[in-house]
């Protein structure tokens, strides 16, 4: 029972992270193709991927992860906690790609690595005083 939010999460993770990546890898390969030598287009591409999921993981993660509504608490806490996850992801995937990581790989091992950060800074703000009795 005590887990339970943390499979959900897992769970919500898995469906974004592959929403995320699949926005990224197809605006990555069009970038690729018609403008190569722009390198910027990665991040570009990257978020795009990033807005569309946290919209989807905001309602996700509010009704199925931790069973709650949506409230300004909760959306100024996952805002806050996602505004961090993507700083983190950009930080990820741009040193995972100076280390000669392809933008393919790097992608998704950014995704995961800011994702395991994630679940520990939202559950503080989905938590209600019953949920910690």
Same mark, same amino acid.
């Given at each position: 029972?005590?887990?339970?939010?943390?499979?959900?999460?897992?769970?919500?993770?898995?469906?974004?992270?592959?929403?995320?990546? $699949?926005?990224?890898? /197809?605006?990555? &390969?069009?970038?690729?193709?018609?403008?190569? *030598?722009?390198?910027?287009?990665?991040?570009?591409? @990257?978020?795009?991927? +990033?807005?569309? *999921? &946290?919209?989807?993981?905001? @309602? /996700?993660?509010? %009704?199925?992860? @931790?069973?709650?509504?949506?409230?300004?608490?909760?959306?100024?806490? +996952?805002?806050?906690?996602?505004?961090?996850?993507? $700083?983190?992801?950009?930080? %990820?995937?741009?040193?995972?790609?100076?280390?000669? &990581?392809? *933008?393919?790989?790097?992608?998704?091992?950014?995704?995961?690595?800011?994702?395991?950060?994630?679940? @520990? &800074? /939202?559950?503080? %703000?989905?938590?209600?005083? *019953?949920?910690?009795?």
């Amino acid at each position: 029972m005590k887990y339970r939010s943390a499979v959900r999460f897992v769970l919500v993770g898995a469906l974004g992270t592959g929403v995320q990546y $699949g926005i990224y890898y /197809l605006l990555l &390969m069009i970038f690729q193709h018609y403008w190569p *030598e722009v390198s910027v287009l990665t991040s570009v591409a @990257f978020t795009v991927g +990033f807005v569309i *999921e &946290m919209v989807l993981n905001y @309602f /996700l993660t509010s %009704f199925y992860t @931790f069973k709650k509504s949506p409230s300004w608490k909760n959306a100024g806490g +996952f805002l806050v906690g996602r505004a961090i996850n993507y $700083g983190v992801q950009i930080l %990820f995937l741009n040193i995972l790609i100076w280390l000669s &990581m392809s *933008e393919e790989i790097a992608g998704i091992v950014a995704i995961i690595l800011a994702g395991i950060i994630n679940y @520990f &800074m /939202l559950v503080p %703000f989905f938590r209600t005083k *019953e949920d910690k009795e």
